[in-house]
């Protein structure tokens, strides 16, 4: 069984599950009136924005939802659109990561712990583009278009790197060739 064999299959688990949980999600949306997405991709857009929502309440933004779109009645508003959701730099991560030398297991840790936290420095953007939104809205665009993006530039280069560099470590203290040739 060769590395890549085994990291699709880990990939596999992993995203099977997640799928599966995305769509419990959305299922159970519909249940409680929330509509069915249009697209196969709605879903995560929703999702995401109930994610938003959620912090927004925590700290006391007082928010409301319809479908995919955050706004303050009479305020500031906007639409959580795919390219907003951070499943491009996570995928971007991902294939990185899969493309990498290292072992199945290293791919999967660096599969588990980065795709998430990709994830999760995206969810802290569009908070805090909300926040801007209401309480600054002139610094709006300069964040969203400029700051944000290369944040996530750097935070999905910089995890890439980071497990990189752990993994090649990782490889290079288990390669029985280095271990004889040390001494």
């Keep these: 069984?060769?590395?890549?064999?085994?990291?699709?299959?880990?990939?596999?688990?992993?995203?099977?599950?997640?799928?599966?949980?995305?769509?419990?999600?959305?299922?159970?949306?519909?249940?409680?009136?929330?509509?069915?997405?249009?697209?196969?991709?709605?879903?995560?857009?929703?999702?995401?924005?109930?994610?938003?929502?959620?912090?927004?309440?925590?700290?006391?933004?007082?928010?409301?939802?319809?479908?995919?779109?955050?706004?303050?009645?009479?305020?500031?508003?906007?639409?959580?659109?795919?390219?907003?959701?951070?499943?491009?730099?996570?995928?971007?991560?991902?294939?990185?990561?899969?493309?990498?030398?290292?072992?199945?297991?290293?791919?999967a840790i660096g599969l588990v712990v980065g795709v998430p936290l990709v994830l999760l420095v995206n969810l802290l953007r569009l908070v805090h583009l909300f926040y801007l939104g209401v309480y600054n809205p002139r610094d709006f665009g300069l964040a969203h278009e400029v700051l944000w993006e290369c944040a996530l530039v750097v935070t999905t280069v910089g995890l890439w790197f980071g497990w990189w560099s752990w993994a090649s470590q990782r490889r290079d203290r288990t390669t029985p060739f280095k271990a004889i040739m040390s001494g």
Excluded at 43 to 63: E, F, M, R, Y
Aim: charged residues 5%; glycine residues 12%.
């Design 1 to 107: 069984m060769s590395a890549g064999t085994a990291a699709m299959r880990v990939a596999r688990r992993i995203a099977l599950p997640g799928a599966l949980l995305v769509w419990g999600v959305i299922i159970l949306g519909a249940r409680v009136g929330v509509d069915a997405p249009a697209h196969p991709f709605e879903g995560v857009t929703v999702v995401v924005a109930s994610q938003v929502k959620l912090i927004l309440a925590w700290i006391g933004v007082p928010v409301s939802q319809y479908a995919a779109s955050l706004f303050i009645p009479g305020g500031f508003g906007y639409v959580v659109v795919m390219g907003c959701t951070g499943v491009v730099p996570a995928a971007v991560l991902a294939i990185a990561i899969l493309a990498s030398p290292a072992s199945a297991a290293a791919r």
